[in-house]
């Protein structure tokens, strides 16, 4: 036991402990019980015996195996109170037996990648929706509460709570948890798990909407989702191309915003605000990308072209020339119109702000790209970069119009209104 | 949040290098750390013989080479967190000297936890 002289063990070092195992706890509990609803309650109960004993117990020698024991004898308890259980405390009380120790949680911890990965597979079923997907993983594979879920995405705890309680009928419904999916089935899964992550990291790193322009906590918990990933398929080189991808583009999460809240764009910011942690993890894990396939998928290419920006002492030394060809490769692979605007833009840069402007009429009266703000907006710089500053201020406001984004709009706007 | 803990103890006692039980389990602890993306960084210090002190006092910079006899604790192994709250880096430490605790028996130290600065 952890002596607490000047202070009983507080909440807070409580919420801690539960923080760092509610994802393996939780993914243990999904194997034995195979529902995720009532893995989260046994779990929730356990959380709840924790803040009741431990205070005045103080923390135990290894709370990670104190909260799966007490979690599993609520499930059995559960199971004999009552009259006839159904086949999952069953399932429960045959595997485990009424006296579970030590020894289970560490037997436990053997399965833990596979636990973890299963919860994740779970979580991203395909029976529910991509906000449903975003929600539960934060949830049950993050550890975050309701209510942090609902600052991050701006809404009300009673929403998440509800699209929550929903996620997990719809799963139960389709016994998503009783699942062993085929090799082939994890393959797919395993890509939806990967966009999952990915829309959480977009999500926080350009809102799509609201008065910020980064939510943080997404980021970092996209993040830490991605190198979890990484320890669970480490095969996979475009597990490692998003953990990259992520890492490069967070490193610059300081720099992209001024103190007022204003975006700063890549070329105008201080790379000195770069954190070089993100930048080196984001590299070596790029690396390890390359070495496992040498042709590179999506989240590597485009961690490949964070890598470039993240090489680059100044915005001058870019290599430009290489990020247009990382963008062709991209549009090749997605057939993406957005990602042709990128490469018009790495073509301005590398060639000259024709070479751009050619590739944007390409693509002008796509459908894909109506209401896509970025098309105008590339446009009034290369317009600007050739001295068409008439032209150029007229497609910012077009762009201004397009955005959603409060910040951004602004940000345009002011572009729109600047003097020539 | 990113968090510096210095594990230290004192290096005159005479306990000798930790226990092989000692490294496997701090070697199990890193992989959970890495596997759950809260270990950034760690390292194991040699003692202190193998170091030197570079000190700056009344205007004059000079080096003098371990062991730091007059030092009381010293800096025996470093890690480097990345975690959502101080209470979450504090458990971390507490886990690190169970460890010790554990499988080192008689040792005794502190565990230093710092917040590290950030861009």
Redesign the interface.
């Known amino acids: 036991m952890i002596e607490c002289v000047t202070d009983p063990t507080t909440h807070e070092a409580i919420e801690a402990v539960w923080q760092l195992e509610s994802t393996r706890l939780i993914a243990g509990l999904v194997r034995m019980v195979r529902d995720v609803g009532l893995a989260e309650d046994l779990a929730q109960d356990a959380l709840v015996a924790a803040l009741a004993q431990w205070p005045q117990a103080g923390v135990p020698d290894n709370p990670g195996a104190w909260l799966m024991t007490t979690a599993k004898r609520r499930g059995v308890d559960q199971f004999r109170r009552r009259e006839r259980g159904d086949q999952i405390y069953a399932a429960i009380a045959h595997a485990q037996g009424s006296d579970v120790s030590d020894e289970d949680f560490l037997a436990a911890i053997d399965h833990v990648e596979d636990d973890v990965l299963r919860l994740m597979f779970v979580c991203c079923h395909p029976v529910l929706t991509p906000e449903a997907q975003c929600t539960l993983t934060l949830k049950l594979v993050g550890g975050l509460s309701t209510r942090e879920i609902a600052r991050a995405y701006l809404t009300t705890e009673a929403t998440v709570a509800q699209r929550v309680v929903r996620a997990k009928r719809t799963l139960s419904e389709a016994g998503a948890a009783l699942e062993e999916p085929t090799e082939a089935e994890r393959g797919l899964r395993l890509t939806t798990v990967l966009s999952v992550i990915y829309l959480l990291f977009n999500e926080g790193y350009s809102a799509t909407a609201g008065s910020e322009w980064m939510r943080p906590t997404l980021c970092r918990e996209a993040i830490r989702l991605g190198r979890i990933l990484v320890s669970l398929a480490p095969r996979l080189s475009e597990v490692h191309g998003l953990s990259a991808l992520m890492e490069l583009q967070s490193s610059r999460l300081a720099a992209r915003v001024a103190e007022d809240g204003r975006p700063i764009l890549l070329l105008d910011q201080d790379r000195s605000q770069w954190d070089p942690v993100h930048i080196a993890r984001g590299l070596a894990a790029l690396e390890r990308a390359e070495a496992l396939e040498s042709e590179l998928g999506p989240y590597a290419l485009q961690g490949a072209i964070a890598a470039c920006h993240a090489r680059a002492e100044t915005a001058e030394t870019t290599d430009w020339v290489r990020i247009a060809e990382l963008y062709e490769r991209l549009a090749g692979l997605t057939g993406s119109p957005v990602v042709e605007v990128n490469r018009a833009v790495a073509l301005g840069m590398a060639y000259g702000p024709e070479a751009g402007l050619s590739l944007l009429d390409q693509l002008e009266g796509l459908p894909a790209l109506s209401g896509y703000h970025l098309l105008p907006s590339v446009r009034g710089d290369l317009l600007n970069k050739l001295g068409r500053h008439e032209e150029a201020r007229s497609e910012f406001a077009r762009a201004a119009t397009m955005t959603q984004n409060e910040r951004e709009r602004k940000l345009l706007l002011d572009r729109a209104r600047a003097p020539i | 949040m ?1 968090f510096m803990t210095m594990v230290k103890f004192d290096e005159s006692l005479p306990m000798g290098p930790p226990t092989p039980e000692l490294m496997q389990a701090m070697g199990d602890f890193a992989a959970e750390g ?5 270990l ?1 960084d760690q390292g194991g210090l040699l003692p202190s013989a193998a170091g030197a002190i570079v000190s700056l006092a009344d205007g004059t910079i000079k080096a003098v080479d371990g062991p730091f006899a007059e030092a009381k604790e010293l800096v025996g192994g470093y890690a ?1 967190l ?4 101080k ?2 880096a ?3 430490a ?1 886990r690190l000297l ?1 460890l010790h605790k ?1 499988h080192w028996p008689g040792w005794e130290g502190s565990c230093e936890v710092r917040q590290l600065g ?2």
């Open positions: 990113r890495a596997r759950n993306g809260t950034i480097v990345e975690v959502r709250s209470a979450e504090v458990e971390l507490r169970q554990d950030e861009p």
